[in-house]
């Protein structure tokens, strides 16, 4: 295999050929418009100068790379390449007439790939004569730097074509990462709770956009927040994203695009490229931004009114309380503040009516949990999923009946603790827990539908979305039980479907298996 045909001089199509040529690969890049693979080519040379100018690449090795891609507007020129990679548009009638178009003009046996992100393989290639031939090859943007590659098999691919098409990603520096096809391979179907919980969070006034995004990455350990993402993807990328994987999946709640996307998007507030979107942008920079950690640096002095701290349920928090200095007693009698890592643990537990209680609120409701106690305006919920030595942030979430020097009290507490804090609205799950639950979720019927293999999914989560842990590395690091309990109580809270926990998840929750057994 020497010789590779991409269809498409687009953003993905010049990406993939300069893939390819860099992989030493001889590339036949096809257009049907001759200014844009002149604007490829451009493109393509910009990127490989950045690279020379980084200490990447060498000064010679551009004009080598550049001389392996050759241009044409003839589709028929394709007759002499060995295997084929599709990058135009996302139009399911336009890649079906071009694989019908390329099965009759590309030797017998020649892969042809498809870069889709969301259509289906097994549609695309139903035209053509040999549809074993035909599977899915989806880059990541940009193709360049991406190091993932999803090899889809539609329902007819033949395994010597998807081998062959593995060999080649891994030829070309990349990871292939197995998928059978179904809406939104594994990426762009796992990750559709991130911002689609994301929107419903802000929907409900949970919290901002920018207290989200700053919980996403501090919490939980992002690069980026839902909304920073969106922004950068562009608002209108990202909703069409969802439309279709919605529609694909017949209206399945799960993946119900909100309002607030087509709001955004009517109003030309797509993100970055247009200068607003989530955040307003100056010079490419978000001008009213999440606010960077700053207690996680250097933790604030010691809560003067709590000497004596009562933590159950929690070692983890007992642990950090007694690194800044607190005194830790057994007795909620003799605590000056109560911390329950366990909502269960409020059962038969009455401390002093004036003691401030902290209850660990991913499951259930501040406002429920109040209502079990002495005095429910000294009751504030915390988020302990993760658990707190993970986070460098803390939700803290007073009820309806918290008295607000209890919640101000609870702030100063873990700010004491080197942790920063959000105050974010009652409900279970909080942010950082019902972002992860619901992650951990799809993964869950992603595995349990055979889309992938568990290994498969985290690596296509981590390299795909450069996410810190892949969703079932996480489940099993909070442990399923938890993750169960998120999702309960959300759906007990809410009584909506898109809540209800996968099977698989379910199951092995109950067996005491972890999801990547």
């Given at each position: 295999m020497r010789r590779i045909g991409v269809v498409g001089a687009g953003t993905m199509g010049a990406g993939i050929a300069q893939v390819a040529a860099r992989s030493n690969f001889d590339v036949l890049l096809y257009d049907i418009d001759p200014n844009a693979l002149s604007g490829a080519l451009r493109r393509v040379k910009a990127d490989l100068e950045r690279q020379v100018a980084r200490g990447r690449l060498a000064e010679p090795q551009v004009a080598e790379i550049l001389n392996r891609i050759t241009t044409t507007t003839t589709l028929g020129d394709f007759a002499a390449v060995d295997f084929v990679?599709?990058?135009?548009?996302?139009?399911?009638?336009?890649?079906?007439?071009?694989?019908?178009?390329?099965?009759?003009?590309?030797?017998?046996?020649?892969?042809?790939?498809?870069?889709?992100?969301?259509?289906?393989?097994?549609?695309?290639?139903?035209?053509?004569?040999?549809?074993?031939?035909?599977?899915?090859?989806?880059?990541?943007?940009?193709?360049?730097?991406?190091r993932l590659v999803e090899v889809v098999a539609g329902d007819a691919s033949g395994e010597a074509a998807l081998e062959a098409t593995v060999a080649l990603a891994e030829a070309m520096g990349k990871e292939p990462v197995r998928v059978r096809d179904t809406?939104?391979?594994?990426?762009?179907?796992?990750?559709?709770?991130?911002?689609?919980?994301?929107?419903r969070?802000?929907?409900?006034?949970?919290?901002?956009?920018?207290?989200?995004?700053?919980?996403?990455?501090?919490?939980?350990?992002?690069r980026m927040g839902p909304f920073e993402l969106m922004d950068l993807v562009g608002l209108d990328i990202n909703f069409a994203v969802h439309r279709s994987v919605y529609e694909q999946f017949f209206g399945d709640p799960r993946f119900r695009p909100h309002?607030?996307?087509?709001?955004?998007?009517?109003?030309?507030?797509?993100?970055?490229?247009?200068?607003?979107?989530?955040?307003?942008?100056r010079d490419g920079q978000a001008v009213n931004g999440p606010a960077p950690a700053q207690h996680s640096q250097v933790p604030?002095?010691?809560?003067?009114?709590?000497?004596?701290?009562?933590?159950?349920?929690?070692?983890?928090?007992a642990d950090l309380a007694a690194e800044a200095g607190y005194r830790l007693v057994d007795c909620c009698a003799d605590?000056?503040?109560?911390?329950?890592?366990?909502?269960?643990?409020?059962?038969?537990?009455?401390?002093?009516?004036?003691?401030?209680?902290?209850?660990?609120?991913?499951?259930?409701?501040?406002?429920?949990?109040?209502?079990?106690?002495?005095?429910?305006?000294?009751?504030?919920?915390?988020?302990g999923l993760p658990r707190v030595s993970r986070r460098q942030l803390v939700e803290v979430a007073p009820g309806l009946r918290t008295d607000p020097a209890a919640t101000a009290m609870a702030v100063r507490f873990f700010h004491s603790l080197g942790r920063d804090t959000e105050v974010v609205a009652d409900g279970p799950g909080l942010v950082a827990a019902r972002l992860l639950a619901c992650l951990i979720n799809e993964a869950a019927f992603a595995l349990q539908e055979g889309v992938a293999t568990a290994e498969g999914i985290d690596t296509a989560m981590r390299l795909g979305l450069n996410y810190p842990l892949g969703p079932l590395e996480w489940a099993d690091e909070l442990g399923l039980d938890a993750v169960l309990a998120v999702l309960v109580g959300l759906q007990g809270e809410t009584g909506e479907d898109r809540y209800r926990p996968a099977p698989y998840l379910r199951k092995r929750a109950v067996a005491g298996l972890p999801l990547r057994g």
């Amino acid at each position: 295999m020497r010789r590779i045909g991409v269809v498409g001089a687009g953003t993905m199509g010049a990406g993939i050929a300069q893939v390819a040529a860099r992989s030493n690969f001889d590339v036949l890049l096809y257009d049907i418009d001759p200014n844009a693979l002149s604007g490829a080519l451009r493109r393509v040379k910009a990127d490989l100068e950045r690279q020379v100018a980084r200490g990447r690449l060498a000064e010679p090795q551009v004009a080598e790379i550049l001389n392996r891609i050759t241009t044409t507007t003839t589709l028929g020129d394709f007759a002499a390449v060995d295997f084929v990679i599709e990058a135009a548009p996302e139009d399911l009638e336009l890649k079906r007439g071009l694989f019908d178009r390329l099965d009759r003009l590309c030797r017998h046996d020649v892969v042809l790939a498809t870069n889709t992100s969301s259509l289906s393989v097994t549609q695309i290639g139903a035209l053509a004569g040999r549809a074993d031939r035909v599977v899915g090859m989806h880059f990541f943007n940009p193709a360049p730097a991406m190091r993932l590659v999803e090899v889809v098999a539609g329902d007819a691919s033949g395994e010597a074509a998807l081998e062959a098409t593995v060999a080649l990603a891994e030829a070309m520096g990349k990871e292939p990462v197995r998928v059978r096809d179904t809406p939104g391979f594994i990426v762009n179907r796992v990750a559709r709770p991130f911002s689609g919980e994301a929107l419903r969070l802000l929907g409900e006034q949970v919290a901002t956009a920018a207290q989200i995004d700053r919980i996403a990455r501090l919490a939980c350990g992002f690069r980026m927040g839902p909304f920073e993402l969106m922004d950068l993807v562009g608002l209108d990328i990202n909703f069409a994203v969802h439309r279709s994987v919605y529609e694909q999946f017949f209206g399945d709640p799960r993946f119900r695009p909100h309002p607030l996307q087509e709001r955004m998007v009517k109003a030309g507030k797509l993100g970055r490229k247009t200068g607003e979107g989530w955040y307003r942008y100056r010079d490419g920079q978000a001008v009213n931004g999440p606010a960077p950690a700053q207690h996680s640096q250097v933790p604030a002095p010691r809560v003067p009114e709590v000497r004596n701290v009562a933590v159950l349920g929690d070692a983890d928090l007992a642990d950090l309380a007694a690194e800044a200095g607190y005194r830790l007693v057994d007795c909620c009698a003799d605590a000056d503040l109560v911390i329950l890592g366990d909502p269960a643990l409020l059962v038969g537990r009455q401390p002093s009516p004036e003691v401030p209680v902290l209850v660990e609120a991913s499951t259930r409701s501040t406002t429920e949990m109040a209502a079990q106690t002495v005095n429910p305006a000294q009751v504030v919920g915390y988020g302990g999923l993760p658990r707190v030595s993970r986070r460098q942030l803390v939700e803290v979430a007073p009820g309806l009946r918290t008295d607000p020097a209890a919640t101000a009290m609870a702030v100063r507490f873990f700010h004491s603790l080197g942790r920063d804090t959000e105050v974010v609205a009652d409900g279970p799950g909080l942010v950082a827990a019902r972002l992860l639950a619901c992650l951990i979720n799809e993964a869950a019927f992603a595995l349990q539908e055979g889309v992938a293999t568990a290994e498969g999914i985290d690596t296509a989560m981590r390299l795909g979305l450069n996410y810190p842990l892949g969703p079932l590395e996480w489940a099993d690091e909070l442990g399923l039980d938890a993750v169960l309990a998120v999702l309960v109580g959300l759906q007990g809270e809410t009584g909506e479907d898109r809540y209800r926990p996968a099977p698989y998840l379910r199951k092995r929750a109950v067996a005491g298996l972890p999801l990547r057994g």
